[in-house]
């Protein structure tokens, strides 16, 4: 069965190349990011995590923990890291789950169950291990996307729904098309308009149904 958006996700316990945790215990009270690749030491995937590395500081200027997968073993991660962070000028610093029996994979529905890794894999044998996941404080998944092996992800895109996320996080707005952190917020239907007046301020109104207000601080 699929994993669904506001479900929780699996509690697994993994093996990284800092060691083993539970994945409930790992996102803690934080958002978290998981980011998946096909295979190390391939040229995408390296550019991916140069990039994931590069921003370390707004992961943790917005409390996001990153954690990467692939399906290789932890010594491989630990050399791969090297040319991970010479290509990127930046330290690798977030733990990569070592997938080698899919079972994360498997888990986040990033592959059929009955899918299996030959000897000797190469990336295609994994390609649909290409995903990002953004997980809330809650342990429920928040929101998921998944690219073909061709394209790297746009990580600033990553960042930007993450903002948006946060911005709406239990409270009744909504993130417009192409939103950015100062930009109006929806209001959301399940307040009529004095209540939305009375929380938010003056509402600029386009329809009836689409309600901007000043996003809170």
């Known amino acids: 069965?699929?994993?669904?958006?506001?479900?929780?996700?699996?509690?697994?316990?993994?093996?990284?190349?800092?060691?083993?945790?539970?994945?409930?215990?790992?996102?803690?009270?934080?958002?978290?990011?998981?980011?998946?690749?096909?295979?190390?030491?391939?040229?995408?995937?390296t550019t991916e995590f140069g990039a994931v590395a590069q921003l370390a500081d707004e992961w943790e200027k917005r409390g996001t923990k990153v954690i990467g997968i692939s399906v290789d073993g932890v010594e491989e991660h630990k050399r791969w890291k090297g040319d991970i962070e010479s290509f990127a000028g930046a330290k690798a610093g977030f733990p990569i789950i070592a997938d080698k029996g899919l079972e994360v994979a498997k888990a986040f529905d990033m592959l059929p169950a009955e899918a299996y890794l030959p000897d000797n894999p190469t990336p295609a044998d994994s390609a649909t291990v290409r995903s990002?996941?953004?997980?809330?404080?809650?342990?429920?998944?928040?929101?998921?996307?998944?690219?073909?092996?061709?394209?790297?992800?746009n990580f600033a895109e990553v960042v930007r729904a993450l903002d948006a996320l946060q911005a709406t996080y239990n409270v009744p707005l909504a993130a417009p098309a192409n939103w950015v952190p100062g930009d109006d917020v929806i209001v959301a239907?399940?307040?009529?308009?004095?209540?939305?007046?009375?929380?938010?301020?003056?509402?600029?109104?386009?329809?009836?149904?689409?309600?901007?207000?000043?996003?809170?601080?």
């Open 189 to 217: 239907l399940s307040l009529n308009d004095e209540q939305a007046e009375e929380k938010y301020g003056t509402l600029d109104k386009k329809l009836p149904y689409l309600r901007f207000a000043k996003a809170p601080k």
């Open 1 to 45: 069965m699929a994993l669904r958006i506001n479900e929780t996700i699996p509690n697994l316990t993994v093996e990284t190349d800092q060691g083993s945790f539970a994945l409930h215990d790992f996102v803690g009270d934080s958002w978290a990011i998981l980011f998946s690749h096909p295979k190390d030491f391939t040229p995408v995937c």
């Open 132 to 153: 990002v996941f953004i997980i809330g404080p809650d342990k429920k998944l928040k929101l998921m996307m998944t690219y073909p092996m061709t394209i790297g992800r």
